[in-house]
């Protein structure tokens, strides 16, 4: 904690002086988007109706409450995807990366530090992002507590997880966006934010299960749109646990390697 609230704090510090409103602007614009126009889908082309199919493949017939509940998860995933990935390569970018190697703080705290902060962020934006849903007429059932709950931590490790890797490739090649980029697409049509991920071939739904958002997503979605208890949703959340885990592992295995590269690049340079 040492390490990780002073981060938390600077990251605040940073966003409230120079970023006041784009970043908040910018992810929230997002998920309204999506939402309104689903909306207005829902209501001018299906008549206000999901198709069975739709129902048999989404395991609801709650369309509007399925794109909220994944608009909703999308914004979180992508915000904090953008502050923790992208960390390790602010420093590289400001020249701070040299100091932060020789500094005797561990990553992971910092990390965290980091992540804590886009966290608070990011549920801000999703409440206004919530009642902008409310508020145009989607009506969502009332969640049932400890399963959300428990469903809100395995998402944040989920993407905590998969983001430090993402680091790690971002420091390595020098290059954030078309990183980032590919991944939010992959997550886009993979995951299942806007549709059933069994609209998908096979292959490409089996990959979407190596994805631990796909998982956590699912768990959402039974936490809110069909009040289960925790043990209705337990299998799925412990494999978003394992999978979040199983990336992070992999992800601080690589980061000490990729800094170096890095580091080695600045200075050839």
Same mark, same amino acid.
């Not at 430090?164 to 991944?183: K, Y």
């Not at 609209?199 to 749109?225: C, K, M, N, Q, V």
């Given at each position: 904690?040492?390490?990780?609230?002073?981060?938390?704090?600077?990251?605040?510090?940073?966003?409230?002086?120079?970023?006041?409103?784009?970043?908040?602007?910018?992810?929230?614009?997002?998920?309204?988007?999506?939402?309104?126009?689903?909306?207005?889908?829902?209501?001018?082309?299906?008549?206000?109706?999901?198709?069975?199919?739709?129902?048999?493949? =989404?395991? *609801?017939?709650?369309?509007?409450?399925? /794109?909220?509940?994944? %608009?909703? $998860?999308? @914004?979180?995933? +992508? #915000?904090?995807?953008?502050?923790?990935?992208?960390?390790?390569?602010?420093?590289?970018?400001?020249?701070?990366?040299?100091?932060?190697?020789?500094?005797?703080?561990?990553?992971?705290?910092?990390?965290?530090?980091?992540?804590?902060? =886009?966290? *608070?962020?990011?549920?801000?934006?999703? /409440?206004?992002?919530? %009642?902008? $849903?409310? @508020?145009?007429? +989607? #009506?969502?059932?009332?969640?049932?507590?400890?399963?959300?709950?428990?469903?809100?931590?395995?998402?944040?490790?989920?993407?905590?997880?998969?983001?430090?890797?993402?680091?790690?490739?971002?420091?390595?090649?020098?290059?954030?966006?078309?990183?980032?980029?590919?991944?939010?697409?992959?997550?886009?049509?993979?995951?299942?934010?806007?549709?059933?991920?069994?609209?998908?071939?096979?292959?490409?739904?089996?990959?979407?299960?190596?994805?631990?958002?796909?998982?956590?997503?699912?768990?959402?979605?039974?936490?809110?749109?069909?009040?289960?208890?925790?043990?209705?949703?337990?299998?799925?959340?412990?494999?978003?646990?394992?999978?979040?885990?199983?990336?992070?592992?992999?992800?601080?295995?690589?980061?000490?390697?990729?800094?170096?590269?890095?580091?080695?690049?600045?200075?050839?340079?």
């Amino acid at each position: 904690m040492a390490t990780a609230l002073p981060t938390l704090r600077r990251n605040w510090l940073v966003t409230m002086r120079a970023y006041q409103w784009t970043y908040f602007v910018g992810t929230l614009a997002t998920g309204i988007l999506t939402v309104g126009l689903a909306y207005l889908a829902f209501h001018a082309i299906g008549g206000g109706r999901a198709g069975g199919g739709f129902a048999a493949a =989404a395991g *609801t017939a709650d369309y509007l409450g399925y /794109v909220t509940v994944g %608009a909703a $998860a999308s @914004m979180f995933s +992508v #915000r904090m995807v953008l502050w923790v990935a992208k960390a390790q390569i602010t420093e590289q970018r400001e020249g701070t990366l040299e100091s932060q190697v020789l500094a005797p703080a561990r990553r992971l705290p910092y990390l965290i530090g980091v992540g804590l902060q =886009a966290l *608070t962020t990011t549920v801000v934006e999703v /409440v206004v992002m919530l %009642a902008f $849903a409310i @508020m145009i007429g +989607v #009506r969502l059932p009332a969640p049932d507590p400890v399963t959300l709950l428990a469903a809100f931590v395995a998402a944040s490790v989920a993407v905590f997880g998969i983001s430090v890797p993402l680091s790690a490739i971002m420091i390595s090649v020098g290059e954030a966006h078309i990183t980032q980029n590919t991944l939010f697409v992959a997550m886009g049509l993979l995951c299942g934010f806007t549709f059933p991920p069994g609209y998908l071939p096979d292959p490409l739904r089996w990959l979407g299960e190596a994805l631990p958002i796909t998982s956590a997503l699912r768990a959402l979605r039974a936490a809110t749109l069909e009040h289960a208890p925790l043990s209705a949703a337990a299998p799925d959340l412990l494999l978003c646990l394992a999978l979040g885990l199983a990336y992070l592992a992999v992800g601080l295995r690589l980061l000490g390697p990729a800094e170096r590269i890095a580091i080695q690049r600045g200075g050839s340079a």
